[in-house]
């Protein structure tokens, strides 16, 4: 993060604000393509776009939780009793 001139600090802390507005964003455009598609299509094209979504969601989702689990990256040492994570970089 060389390029911002950043320290480690707020370079964590600009990803951190990158990932939530990419899951703002993400949500905020499928629940607007999903209302267009609910009116101006048939149910089933509407079902089948939450299908799709929600396909979306689980893969984000298994893959952070691949990550966290996975050996290879070490990170289930970091986990705290609460269920956040300490990762000493």
Do not use: W
């Amino acid at each position: 993060m060389r390029a911002g001139n950043l320290d480690l600090e707020g370079a964590t802390q600009s990803v951190i604000q990158d990932i939530y507005k990419c899951i703002q964003e993400f949500d905020n455009n499928s629940s607007a393509i999903g209302a267009k598609v609910t009116i101006e299509q048939d149910p089933n094209a509407a079902s089948h776009f939450g299908r799709l979504i929600e396909a979306y969601q689980a893969i984000a989702t298994t893959v952070l939780d691949f990550s966290v689990q996975s050996p290879r990256y070490g990170l289930l040492k970091d986990r705290q009793e609460n269920g956040s994570f300490l990762v000493a970089l």
